[in-house]
């Protein structure tokens, strides 16, 4: 059974999804997000990484919405966002991460500066930044995302991040 606990954490990281702040998360808060990293970093919306981010935030999209739109409105309201990922994270605790992985991989895509597949920790600061998580907390994030200490991040380091993110008591 999972906690009341994970379900009052779980709900402090829809304000995160919901990017316009309307009270429910759809697809257009996917494409906002992508809009904006897009901007924060000077790609173009039409560039590979660019399409790739937006497809990256669609299937973001349909992956939260196959698990957590109840009623089928193409909205996830806070109640459904809860209930489903409180489910999901009760069958199966790595599902966020793989349904965000295409979307990790573009994002950190979009912030490697040398196309190494690494991000440097600055970088990471500014996605954070640009998803809505305040300075002092994507410093604190991104350098514990830094486990080897070398000011790199990659694709290996992010993704399990996430779940964690998701799973692990603050």
Same mark, same amino acid.
Request: no cysteine.
């Given at each position: 059974?999972?906690?009341?606990?994970?379900e009052?954490?779980?709900?402090?990281?829809?304000?995160?999804?919901?990017? %316009?702040?309307n009270?429910?998360i759809?697809r257009?808060?996917f494409g906002?997000?992508?809009?904006?990293?897009? $901007?924060e970093?000077?790609?173009?919306?039409?560039s590979?990484?660019?399409q $790739?981010?937006?497809?990256?935030a669609e299937?973001?999209?349909?992956?939260?919405?196959?698990?957590? %739109?109840r009623?089928?409105?193409?909205?996830?309201?806070? %109640?459904?966002?809860?209930?489903?990922?409180?489910k999901?994270?009760?069958?199966?605790?790595d599902?966020? $991460?793989e349904?965000a992985?295409?979307?990790?991989?573009?994002a950190?895509?979009?912030?490697?500066?040398?196309?190494?597949?690494?991000?440097?920790?600055?970088?990471?600061?500014?996605?954070?930044r640009v998803?809505?998580?305040?300075e %002092?907390?994507?410093?604190?994030?991104?350098? $514990?995302l830094d486990t080897?200490?070398?000011?790199r991040i990659?694709?290996?380091?992010i993704?399990?991040a996430?779940?964690?993110?998701?799973t692990?008591?603050e």
């Open positions: 059974m999972v906690s009341s606990e994970h009052h954490r779980i709900a402090r990281r829809f304000a995160t999804f919901d990017q %316009d702040g009270g429910y759809d257009e808060d906002t997000a992508a809009k904006a990293l897009l $901007a970093f000077g790609t173009p919306a039409r590979g990484k660019g $790739a981010l937006y497809a990256g299937a973001f999209w349909q992956g939260m919405a196959g698990i957590a %739109d009623d089928g409105d193409q909205r996830i309201t806070r %109640d459904e966002f809860v209930g489903g990922a409180v999901r994270l009760h069958d199966n605790p599902r966020f $991460a349904i992985r295409p979307f990790l991989h573009a950190l895509d979009i912030a490697d500066p040398d196309g190494d597949g690494l991000a440097t920790v600055e970088d990471t600061v500014r996605v954070l998803l809505g998580v305040p %002092d907390l994507a410093r604190t994030i991104a350098g $514990a080897d200490a070398d000011g990659g694709e290996a380091e993704v399990p996430f779940a964690r993110y998701f692990v008591p």
